[in-house]
């Protein structure tokens, strides 16, 4: 099952079998892939194909999963690209959803495509996950490093949750970091 929270913080999976234990949730095929590969911001744009050429800094954690990588859609409006480990411990999360998450389920598996870097480090979007993110081939996009994964926004949509969320008041899981 998983435990009460916040889905999209990607929560971990509580063992029925060891009450009150939390099972941390690990890539289970390449472990030297760290969990936290992903960071930075990139502004760039697909290609007239709709390919996106994965920025240098992520290429290496592509890399040490063969360059295999799975993309789905995400509720927010962008995409999530995971290296398959990730994803498999992501989708382990999902498989275990009660049954009112269908919808939710639906979303991510139904859109999720397994996909490879080509040589030149670079990955088609195909036209449906482009219609889910308001992505177009030559759209002006920007990549965001979110630790396990990697999020792709349509530059404008980007901008404007990031200025919607900078109104709203700081988290209360924020307020107790010292910076």
């Keep these: 099952m998983v435990e009460k929270g916040n889905f999209w913080d990607f929560p971990a999976i509580s063992s029925p079998k060891l009450p009150n234990k939390t099972l941390p949730i690990q890539p289970r095929v ?20 709709g390919r996106l050429n994965m920025p240098t800094r992520f290429r290496d954690a592509f ?61 088609l979007i195909t036209p449906e996950l482009r219609s889910t993110a308001q992505l177009s081939a030559g759209s002006e996009i920007v990549l965001l490093g979110m630790g396990r994964y990697v999020e792709l926004w349509e530059r404008q949509l980007h901008a404007a949750h990031e200025a919607k969320a900078m109104t709203n008041e700081i988290p209360q899981g924020f307020k107790d970091l010292a910076f």
């Excluded at 390449?30 to 194909?49: C, E, I, M, P, R």
């Design 30 to 49: 390449n472990q030297s892939v760290s969990k936290f590969a992903f960071k930075g911001a990139t502004h760039t744009s697909l290609d007239d194909k």
């Design 63 to 123: 890399a040490q999963s063969n360059n295999e990588l799975t993309i789905t859609r995400h509720p927010h409006g962008c995409l999530l690209i995971f290296t398959r480990p990730n994803w498999e411990s992501f989708s382990a999360q999902i498989e275990v959803m009660p049954i009112d998450s269908q919808w939710v389920k639906r979303m991510f598996y139904g859109y999720a495509m397994d996909m490879e870097l080509d040589k030149s480090g670079r990955v």
